[in-house]
């Protein structure tokens, strides 16, 4: 008996809680008394919402961090990439626009030129200190002979002295085995210019103490021998020493010709 008392007593409390949530969900509704305490109690408890949704809060950030972070290290590697690839192509532009000027240069010295010439490219170079060599790309093939003098768009380079059929080697001015005739334009002294090994130096040996000669005097072919067509290019004159023992005028001269930078050249073959 007391068990059935105690039953119907609990429904009776669940009944009345029933009906009284009713209740107060009809006044809400109807009057919005509830709205403050709703208010109150959705404040008093955001903290502990951000609290619980904190560590997957956390975690979505950190995972847009990671996922950014690698991203802009992929985007800076692949631009930095780029940018080596960009000036790589613009050295090679730029390369191929002083090729292209020292082309046109070659070409306008050629028109000015009364004898045929061959264009040609340097092969290579040799770095012996006493020797001064050069090999070309052109040959006995291409009309190329020995003794045929060779310049650039400056001055006079040097002559070939061996000749293969696809190539050929020619000595320069400065090869301290070499030696070229030349003539003031200004006085009209004619004399013998030698290599010294340096690309900027010449030497004239044994002028007379008379000889009418004068810094930056320039020197050109003089077409003695038959080597060297006349009136080409050679050096100008940068200092001049006396020994006033012997009577004589020793002069240096630096060479026109770009002896040591040059990539092409021309090759003269005089006309008969």
Same mark, same amino acid.
């Given at each position: ?6 039953? /119907? ?14 209740? @107060? ?10 709205? @403050? ?15 619980? #949704?904190? &560590? ?13 972070? !690698? ?6 590697? !692949? ?44 092969l290579s170079v040799d770095q012996s200190p006493y020797r001064r060599l050069i090999e070309i790309n052109k040959g006995s093939s291409d009309g190329v002979k020995i003794g045929h003098a060779v ?18 080697? *020619?000595?320069?001015?400065?090869? &301290?085995?070499?030696?070229? =005739? ?6 009209? *002294? ?30 050109? *072919? ?7 067509? =006349?009136?080409? &290019?050679?050096? /100008?004159?940068? #200092? @001049? ?10 002069? @240096?001269?630096? =060479? ?5 930078? #040059? ?6 073959? &005089?006309?008969?």
């Amino acid at each position: 008996m007391k068990i059935l008392f105690q039953a /119907r007593g609990a429904a009776l409390q669940a009944l009345f809680l029933i009906v009284l949530s009713i209740a @107060i969900m009809v006044v809400d509704h109807r009057f919005q008394h509830l709205e @403050i305490v709703r208010s109150n109690l959705a404040l008093a408890i955001s903290p502990l919402r951000y609290l619980v #949704s904190l &560590p997957a809060t956390a975690g979505n950030w950190l995972g847009d961090w990671f996922t950014s972070h !690698t991203e802009l290290l992929e985007e800076n590697e !692949t631009l930095k990439a780029e940018g080596r690839i960009l000036n790589a192509r613009l050295q090679k532009l730029e390369i191929l626009a002083e090729e292209n000027a020292r082309l046109r240069n070659l070409l306008g010295s050629s028109r000015k030129i009364a004898d045929d010439v061959i264009v040609a490219e340097l092969l290579s170079v040799d770095q012996s200190p006493y020797r001064r060599l050069i090999e070309i790309n052109k040959g006995s093939s291409d009309g190329v002979k020995i003794g045929h003098a060779v310049i650039d768009d400056s001055g006079v380079m040097g002559q070939v002295i061996h000749v293969n059929a696809q190539s050929a080697t *020619t000595i320069l001015i400065s090869d &301290p085995e070499h030696a070229i =005739p030349v003539q003031f334009i200004r006085s009209g *002294t004619r004399s013998v210019a030698f290599g010294r090994g340096s690309t900027r130096q010449l030497e004239l040996r044994y002028l007379p103490a008379t000889a009418d000669i004068m810094i930056d005097d320039e020197l050109v *072919t003089s077409g003695l021998g038959g080597r060297f067509p =006349p009136n080409y &290019p050679v050096a /100008r004159v940068t #200092s @001049i020493s006396e020994d006033r023992i012997r009577g004589f005028v020793s002069v @240096i001269a630096e =060479p026109k010709a770009q002896l040591d930078s #040059s990539r092409e050249v021309l090759v003269i073959k &005089p006309r008969q």
